[in-house]
């Protein structure tokens, strides 16, 4: 008897590919993974990931092949009698800030004569809102017996929970024309729905649009406390006093309204950008002031750590805690504390940076005479000045008085607020944090 359990094929093994194609196979789906990179999905099949996510290679290990998670170095191999192609490829930032196509539109092309004739094409991508539109007029056109449908599914799983994320997601989104299509793929994640979130239907480009209207609304609480920030410091008042108040109430609530370092990661920052370009004439003047904040954010991040210094920038040396844009990844993409690098390098200083999951500055893209310590007090000797730039865990709460011992000139840039003020200058250090006036 043939068996009635789905059948999915992830196409790209990057961070979405991975964690959906994962939890899929943990739910029962037989689910295959196709990547053009051969030596990754070697290493998948041993186990080995190419990304650090809590979770993520024990829940592959457990489900390599008997289990129904296959990882298949031929394209027409991994789509053969396919029922859901879930599209997970990178749509980076191109150059003047559009979404930059190339590895999707490959993806299809190569795709196209090899789609099972009813299989369903589900993008995960994130697509400038249309897109869906054209890559069926593209596959209708290849495949003129082709039977099955686009539907976008966007994703909303956050770097460091994204397992969770995916199997208790808030909400799953099908957009698609046909009832039935989007049917399919709502079955598909009733396991992960049992507490009640709802699966919500809507068209396909309702669904496009939605993961940019996520991420705008997020990035713009983080702007709006980081302006906050700024504000409070001139005023006198203290910003993480202010967030207490403000998320108090129901209506905004507590979560995302922390002043920091910047937004930075794979998603908010060039979703902003997209969404600025795809709006045109329009415009959307809120959003650009979102990014315009986060910039300058980084620029007072910058000139905060400068002013700590005892010395110009091309004689100090800066250790920097933590690299990643946010804890528990090793994603550098868009982070705060890699532009401080940059900065700091540029201006000629000697940058020397620890972070717990960030272990080789080639594997990171990162280069441009960055140094990097093997551990987090290591990183502080000599150190004319330390920025905290990730609040990993590990660096809540060290030992100040080795801190102090192994820098030469005591001063802490901590952009995440993670210290007590009046406890750190206790302690002798210079100290400067995020909305409260050093
Ligand atoms: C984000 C969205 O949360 C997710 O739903 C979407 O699918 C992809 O983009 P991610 O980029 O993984 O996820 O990280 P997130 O936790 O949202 O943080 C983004 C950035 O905002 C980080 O740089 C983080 O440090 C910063 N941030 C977040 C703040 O500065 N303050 C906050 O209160 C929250």
Sequence with gaps: MESSTARITIIGCGYVGLVTGACFADAGYRVRCYDVDAARLRNLAAGRLPIFE????????????????????EMGRALEDAQFVFLCLPTPQGENGETDLRALQDGVARIAPLLPKEALLVIKSTLPVGQGDAIEAQLRAARPDWEGEVVSNPEFLTEGTAVADFQKPARVVVGAAGAAAADAVASLYEPFVRTGSPILRVSRRSAEIAKYAANYALATRISMMNELAALSEKLGANIDDVRRIVGADSRIGPRYLFAGAGFGGSCLPKDLASLRLQAGSLKLPMASAVLEVNESQRERIARKLRALLDRPLKDARVALWGLSFKPETDDVREAPAVYLADYLLKQGARVVAFDPKVDSLD???????????????????????????TEWNLFRKPDFARVREAMSNPAVLDARNLYDPEAMRSLGFAYECVGARG
């Design 54 to 73: 809590p979770g993520l290679a024990e829940l592959v290990s457990r489900n390599l092949p008997q289990k129904g998670l296959s990882f298949v170095d």
């Design 363 to 389: 594997r990171a893209g990162l280069g441009g005479g960055l140094e990097l310590a093997t551990g987090a007090y290591a990183a502080c000797e000599g150190a004319h000045a330390l920025a905290v730039m």
